[in-house]
């Protein structure tokens, strides 16, 4: 309830305002055309002289614009509403002569008012019709205004559900593996507890904007890296190089993990033996580029493209598409042995 009168309350002072603004502007054109009138008379008089003609003006555009446009234009009636344009020109030109001829201080200007009918109904059309264009443009810009913030809504609901998706795929994949440590009772279950909360907390509360540090992202890659080197020891040679350097560049968050996970949960977890992945950062001021790599069992060709492993890769492209629609490049090699990725990324684009 009180935010519902707050909410009116705010609508009654923007409306207040609106009015004022109205008020400055012709009241500021009426000056404007006085100061410049070359009637002779003195200037209170020129003045009210001119805030009567740009009353009727007044009159006539604020008519078009709240019931004329709305009713024909909008609706595309347009003969209807020029044809109603004329009446209003015809029906406020004698009432303007009227009022003028009667508060014109001399007979010169009372004959002027009464002679330059046609030239006052063509101006009070010409100005009602201006006010018919600014209410297309105005009204066109409104849509425009509105599609745009509507795609922007749509497309943050998106990415919001996309990255949901993966999040969770993570965690799962990792909590599984803690499970079978402690099954093992292994010495290795604390660290993968405190290198899992260190990802989490990073995946909860920094995770939420579009764009994170690079820095931070790229130790999130460490901290996945060495979990995975504490769950397979020796089994698996992974190796993670870094050039370049980290400044104030910005990311978008968890791009690349879904690549680096496929690595050992459809690659090396299928091989006995001389299992690898490495991963190369190459950073520079406004681009990143990261080469993943992996063996895999020479008699699984095609095993990345399982469904199991497909939700991933197919969020982290469509991320790419919305976030980076024309700064990113990812090629992917599958050979019976490997599995390459490589995902360039121009940085700093928003």
């Known amino acids: 309830m009180a935010v519902s009168i707050a909410g009116k309350v705010a609508v009654t002072k923007m409306k207040r305002a609106?009015?004022?603004?109205?008020?400055?502007?012709?009241?500021?054109?009426?000056?404007?055309?006085?100061?410049?009138?070359?009637?002779?008379?003195?200037?209170?008089?020129?003045?009210?002289?001119?805030?009567?003609?740009?009353?009727?003006?007044?009159?006539?555009?604020?008519?078009?614009?709240?019931?004329?446009?709305?009713?024909?234009?909008?609706?595309?009636?347009?003969?209807?509403?020029?044809?109603?344009?004329?009446?209003?020109?015809?029906?406020?030109?004698?009432?303007?002569?009227?009022?003028?001829?009667?508060?014109?201080?001399?007979?010169?200007?009372?004959?002027?008012?009464?002679?330059?009918?046609?030239?006052?109904?063509?101006?009070?059309?010409?100005?009602?019709?201006?006010?018919?264009?600014?209410?297309?443009?105005?009204?066109?810009?409104?849509?425009?205004?509105?599609?745009?913030?509507?795609?922007?809504?749509?497309?943050?609901?998106?990415?919001?559900?996309?990255?949901?998706?993966?999040?969770?795929?993570?965690?799962?994949?990792?909590?599984?593996?803690?499970?079978?440590?402690?099954?093992?009772?292994?010495?290795?279950?604390?660290?993968?507890?405190?290198?899992?909360?260190?990802?989490?907390?990073?995946?909860?509360?920094?995770?939420?904007?579009?764009?994170?540090?690079?820095?931070?992202?790229?130790?999130?890659?460490?901290?996945?890296?060495d979990l995975e080197k504490l769950r397979h020891g020796k089994k698996i040679n992974i190796h993670f190089n870094q050039s370049g350097e980290i400044r104030n560049q910005q990311i978008a968050p968890l791009l690349f993990i879904p690549f680096i996970e496929n690595c050992f949960k459809h690659g090396v977890s299928n091989q006995i033996a001389e299992a690898f992945v490495n991963i190369n950062l190459d950073i520079t001021k406004d681009e990143v580029k990261v080469v993943i790599e992996n063996s895999k069992h020479a008699v699984m060709p095609g095993v990345h493209m399982k469904k199991s492993g497909g939700i991933g890769l197919v969020n982290v492209r469509r991320r790419l598409e919305l976030l980076y629609p024309n700064g990113y490049t990812l090629d992917i090699s599958d050979t019976p042995t490997t599995y390459k990725v490589t995902l360039s990324l121009k940085l700093n684009l928003n």
């Open 18 to 225: 609106s009015m004022a603004y109205h008020l400055v502007f012709w009241l500021s054109l009426a000056l404007v055309t006085a100061l410049l009138s070359g009637t002779g008379q003195p200037f209170l008089i020129r003045f009210g002289l001119e805030f009567a003609v740009i009353s009727f003006y007044a009159i006539i555009v604020y008519f078009n614009i709240y019931y004329l446009f709305p009713i024909y234009l909008r609706q595309k009636k347009l003969s209807m509403h020029l044809l109603w344009l004329m009446a209003a020109s015809a029906v406020l030109t004698p009432l303007r002569t009227l009022i003028l001829v009667f508060i014109a201080p001399t007979e010169i200007l009372k004959y002027s008012f009464i002679e330059n009918q046609y030239f006052v109904f063509l101006s009070t059309f010409f100005v009602a019709a201006s006010s018919s264009i600014y209410s297309i443009l105005t009204d066109w810009m409104s849509g425009q205004n509105e599609k745009q913030e509507l795609a922007n809504q749509t497309l943050q609901s998106e990415l919001k559900f996309l990255k949901s998706q993966i999040n969770p795929h993570f965690l799962f994949n990792t909590l599984n593996s803690l499970y079978a440590l402690t099954l093992k009772k292994s010495d290795l279950a604390p660290e993968i507890v405190l290198k899992l909360s260190e990802m989490m907390r990073y995946m909860l509360y920094e995770c939420n904007e579009k764009s994170v540090p690079l820095d931070k992202e790229v130790n999130y890659i460490a901290n996945y890296l």
